[in-house]
């Protein structure tokens, strides 16, 4: 297969509703993950890609309807494009603290104005249109920002590959709450809010930013991940906008990527057993959204460690079941014995 710089995509790849770049997303972010695995990033990451050898254009198959959420499942087939990096981390241009929202925390009682970085392939990018990822940091909902956990590097692998991409801080709980946490829903809810505002002010931008909101993949680490989660496959969650939100469509998505994240309330686990089954978690609710997928739901990448013991790898193994029992496209990238956030 030829790995293809994102300038030299075919026009039909490019359009929006007619792509298939997912596969390149999944390459992207196993990079990011191998990459935090051994401390540094590959030396791969800072060539050019080779320039693209012609080949023929497949017609493309008529893009299906928007499902419940108002998400978008989108046609799928093999990536040639957006997997090998087209610029080195120099050239990505990056618009820092640009305000998206205020909003009050209802955890706090104080009003909070929340920010995100934009991370943009450099002006020499002509391309129209360009695919987006929105990405969501961890830290147990309690601490962390858009500038932690290795975010910078996993959106400056992702915009050296032609995507535009949002880092967005959100709201979050003082650590007393965590620990006489009983039902993390409401929590969780808040952050998926903040991205879908997120979202929608992305629309506001996109032909400034000449971003494409018919591609779009949300994703995030460790809390993070959750709130992704969330957004790709809580209806619920999904259609319910924002209190400040406009009048219009739902801010629908089209992918999720979760970096040691789950749908399963269990966390902080004193061990992890050789079967892999978590013991002594100090959060063990019954919240439980596994079977939230549905058939017609969006693809899910995930990437865990089977030695996690803040999310155990078990309830990823559970989310991709789910996954390939309703047909919806998955891939769990497994790391054998990595921790969190591998």
Known sequence: MVRMDARACPAWLQARGLHRWVLGIATAATLVGAALLIGLLTAASR???EPPSPSPSPTPTPAPHRNASG????????????????????EIEVLSDVVYRTAENPYTGQNETLMLDVYLPPASDTRESRPVAVLQHGGAFTKGSKTTDGV????????????????INYRLIPMSHILTLRDPDPIVAMAQEDALTAVRYLHEKAAE?????????????????IAA??????????VQRPKDSKSGPVFGINAVMALSGAMKAEAFCAEIRDNLEPYGCLLSSSMDHVN??????VPLLMIHGT???II????????ARRANATGVRNLLITIPGAGHVP
């Not at 939230?292 to 739901?297: A, H, I, P, V």
């Open 47 to 49: 060539h050019h890609a």
């Open 71 to 90: 998400n978008e499942p989108l046609p799928w087939g093999p990536a040639d494009c957006f997997v090998q990096p087209t610029w080195v981390p120099k």
């Open 152 to 167: 910078p590097e996993w959106a400056t692998i992702l915009a050296m590959r032609g995507f535009v991409v949002l880092s």
């Open 209 to 225: 930013w000449r971003a494409d909101v018919g591609r779009i993949v949300v994703g995030g680490d460790s809390a993070g991940a």
């Open 229 to 238: 989660l969330w957004y790709g496959y809580m209806p619920q969650a999904t």
């Open 292 to 297: 939230e997928l549905r058939s017609g739901d």
């Open 307 to 309: 030695r996690d013991h």
């Open 312 to 319: 155990p790898y078990v309830n990823a193994e559970a989310v």
